[in-house]
């Protein structure tokens, strides 16, 4: 069954690359070399749209794939002028449906084998620069600018790393933050042995999702696709 799945994706991948040009086909080719799920953003509770816009951003200029957005009190919004597109090229992975929200995305993400991290100023643990990506995979947790991670995220997390500061303030913008976390640690994961790299299937997953992005009325192409050909 999954053969026959994986066969019609790469079926309808080609089916579709003829309504794109040849330098954004080979664009995608390039770009999804670089991209990883070793490491995963979370972020809890984040109101401010620039803030939100610019992480999504980030994540898509440093390769990283999957973004899961936890809604507890506060809602998650797009800033269109921040983003600049980034969200046709990420996948945004919303926690918004139970009580507790930040215990259900944490116990799916370690499900999948992620190690949970808190990312604070105030911690004991990790600096950046001592951060051990051997250990396995990586699910970073960012917590609002005038709160930070909630009570339940800190009770239960495996690890937790800070930036280290020499100034006056206490702590760093969140989308800042995020940059420099993820610069760091996804330079240091692609110079590693790790195992990075997306398996075949999330490669033809994720093509996949960005030809249906770009192509105008990919979904009546499809079913015209699903149709014709099988």
């Not at 770009?31 to 749209?49: N, P, W």
């Not at 951060?131 to 970073?140: E, I, M, Q, R, Y």
């Not at 042995?193 to 249906?212: P, S, Y």
Request: proline residues 1%; contains cysteine; neutral net charge.
């Amino acid at each position: 069954m999954q053969n026959t799945e994986s066969n019609n994706s790469e079926k309808l991948i080609e089916y579709l690359s003829q309504f794109v040009t040849p330098n954004r086909l080979a664009l995608f080719d390039d770009v999804i070399r670089y991209r990883t799920r070793y490491l995963t953003v979370v972020l809890e509770d984040i109101y401010q749209s620039q803030n939100a816009s610019a992480v999504v951003r980030t994540c898509d200029c440093l390769g990283i794939q999957d973004i899961h957005i936890i809604e507890n009190k506060n809602s998650y919004t797009i800033n269109p002028d921040v983003a600049l597109g980034s969200t046709k090229w990420v996948n945004l992975n919303r926690f918004n449906d139970t009580g507790n929200n930040t215990l259900k995305a944490i116990n799916v993400l370690r499900n999948k084998g992620y190690r949970i991290v808190a990312t604070s100023s105030h911690t004991k643990d990790n600096e950046l620069h001592n951060f051990d990506l051997t250990k396995g995979k990586v699910a970073l947790l960012f917590g609002t600018e005038q709160d930070g991670l909630s009570e339940t995220a800190l009770g239960n997390i495996d690890e937790s790393l800070k930036i280290n500061m020499y100034g006056f303030t206490e702590s760093f913008n969140i989308s800042v933050s995020a940059a420099i976390i993820l610069h760091h640690l996804s330079e240091q994961l692609r110079k590693s042995d790790l195992d990075w790299r997306l398996t075949k299937k999330e490669n033809v997953e994720i093509k996949l999702q960005w030809l249906k992005n770009t192509v105008k009325h990919s979904e009546l192409l499809e079913k015209d696709f699903f149709r014709k050909y099988l």
